[in-house]
């Protein structure tokens, strides 16, 4: 099938200043309505890729912990709390709910070493009158309004359909593999600061990535939870004759649904709220991408871990779960269970 590219971006509505600074960036630690920042003519910093494509990520959960965050505490949280250090983030977003209690710690930590941080809520049960409250709050600390925030969305979404042909060539295609996905969907939480080039880079690899052959493989997995601490591990999986072709909350960044409005947008995104609205999610592509078994990653010291039990009772393939505390590679233990688990899926497919 071949993708209608989508015109030539002109921007109007992006006021993206040319160079990020510490002043006119906004750092996030999970997605948020991210048209609202480009709106105000400032720059999303997502923490999260700051961290984990450290040249030295450990070093940095250590320079955390050595400013005394413990370390029986979430490694993204201290991986975060070095990146605001390291790039002198004047100015957050913090989610007070819909994130976890690590995130709201964090942030009374910061905001007493003097960052400025703008509380947002994904409001309990999608409710969308709260949720519009809270767009148009945090539109207005901004200094921008929801129409100008609108008309960045609709321009964010010709660049996302971009995304969705990638996901698309990596589960009907096998042209891309499970770690270039993770790559695409995750960088979405912040258009990596800069919407045109993301485009045109992401138009550029689906040219790329159109003409070559598919990716042989016996086993088709899913992998569900947050992006992976640990380096290495879909080239590990990949390489076991496995095609990953469903990163769940990555392609939850992406703004998988088509909507007409941010409100319906940010309430049809499923990683803030309850867990059955996730399995729901992920039940469907199960199906839909013909998935053998799926891998369920869970941080260590994670509240989410607990959601294990909702994804193995409620999906209809085997499910692994694999768990991390900090930065490295796929350790022998994890090794020998994937390869365990990939198996027991080959005999079965
Ligand atoms: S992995 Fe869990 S505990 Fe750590 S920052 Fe994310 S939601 Fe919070």
Redesign the pocket.
């Known amino acids: 099938m071949e993708f209608a590219f989508p015109d030539t971006a002109t921007y109007p509505a992006l006021l993206v200043p040319k160079e990020p600074s510490p002043e006119n960036s906004v750092g996030i630690?999970?997605t948020v309505p991210l048209e609202i920042i480009f709106a105000s003519g400032r720059v999303p910093v997502d923490l999260?890729n700051i961290f984990i494509t450290d040249d030295d990520p450990s070093w940095l959960v250590e320079k955390a912990e050595g400013a005394g965050l413990p370390r029986n505490?979430?490694?993204?949280?201290k991986g975060?709390y070095s990146a605001v250090k390291k790039l002198n983030i004047k100015r957050m977003i913090g989610v007070i709910e819909g994130?976890?209690?690590?995130?709201h710690a964090?942030m009374e930590v910061l905001g007493a070493e003097g960052v400025e941080v703008i509380p947002f809520k994904y409001p309990h049960g999608r409710d969308r009158a709260l949720l519009r409250a809270q767009l148009q709050s945090l539109a207005e600390v901004l200094g921008t309004d929801i129409e100008r925030a609108e008309a960045v969305k609709r321009e964010l979404d010709r660049v996302r359909s971009c995304v969705h042909e990638i996901d698309r060539l990596t589960c009907e295609e096998s042209k891309v593999t499970g770690e270039e996905n993770h790559i695409w969907t995750v960088s979405t939480s912040d258009m990596m600061g800069n919407v045109a080039l993301f485009e045109e880079k992401a138009k550029s690899f689906i040219r790329e990535a159109s003409e070559r052959a598919p990716i042989a493989h016996t086993v088709r997995l899913g992998y569900i939870g947050?992006p992976p601490?640990c380096g290495g591990i879909y080239d590990f999986i990949e390489g076991l004759d496995v095609h990953v072709v469903f990163n769940e909350i990555q392609r939850q960044f992406s703004m998988p649904y088509p909507t007409d409005n941010l409100v319906e947008q940010y309430a049809l995104y499923t990683y803030p709220y309850d867990a059955h609205g996730r399995l729901e999610d992920i039940a469907r592509e199960v199906e839909r991408r013909g998935i053998h078994g799926v891998i369920h990653y869970v941080?260590s010291?994670?509240?989410?871990?607990i959601f294990d039990t909702v994804f193995r009772k409620g999906l209809d393939v085997p499910v692994l779960t694999l768990e991390c505390d900090r930065p490295g590679g796929v350790d022998g233990q994890m090794r020998t269970r994937i390869e365990a688990f990939v198996e027991m899926l080959k005999k079965k497919a």
């Open positions: 630690t999970t999260n505490n979430c490694a993204w949280i975060l994130d976890c209690s690590n995130t964090l947050i601490i941080q010291f994670c509240f989410r871990n």
